[in-house]
């Protein structure tokens, strides 16, 4: 399933104080999930194998690199576990990377909210705001990222160019 995020994510001191803050608004909580995202070699893109107890899906996108909120292009395929998914594409690709994290994921309206702690990384906020079939627009998507970056009070020394893939490669 193709779709279109306009997304951030920035790295957080207090992680409990802004999810304190965020529960005003009433969004709805989806769980918290225990995620280990697999990242495999590719030429082009990202290419990761989503693993958790809420979400599972194999994971194809193109964005830059580029601290700020930014537009990700999306080919999204939603699955249930299976070893065999994951042999066969760290066979054919070879690994990148493996991160781990704890996400406690939230939505209002067409916004997906993540509160994450990753062990080596540290905590951080990603806010995406979704259009899966082209009826929102970019704009609004962009007004979006910017009204939640304004709300949790996001700096744009906050907001992070890389995936925490090129961040756990680093270590």
């Keep these: 399933m193709p779709h279109v995020n306009f997304e951030f994510k920035a790295k957080v ?4 104080k802004l999810q304190q803050k965020f529960l005003q608004l009433n969004p709805i909580f989806i769980g918290e999930d225990h995620q280990v995202d697999t990242y495999f070699n590719v030429d082009k893109g990202r290419l990761k194998l ?24 999306i080919l999204l395929y939603k699955h249930t576990q299976d070893t065999h998914l994951k042999d066969i594409l760290t066979k054919v690709h070879g690994i990148k990377a493996v991160v781990s994290k704890s996400r406690k994921i939230y939505f209002i309206e067409n916004v997906k909210f993540h509160f994450d ?4 990384l540290g905590d951080f906020l990603e806010v995406e705001a979704i259009d899966t079939d082209n009826s929102i627009g970019i704009e609004k998507l962009k007004y979006q990222c910017d009204y939640y970056a304004h709300f949790f009070e996001i700096g744009q020394e906050d907001y992070l160019s890389e995936s925490y893939s090129d961040m756990i490669s680093k270590i």
């Excluded at 001191?13 to 409990?16: E, P, R, Y």
């Excluded at 989503?50 to 990700?72: C, H, M, P, V």
């Design 13 to 16: 001191q207090n992680l409990k």
């Design 50 to 73: 989503r693993e958790g107890n809420i979400e599972n899906a194999l994971i194809y996108y193109e964005r830059s690199n580029t601290a700020d909120a930014k537009q990700s292009d």
């Design 117 to 120: 702690s990753l062990p080596q």
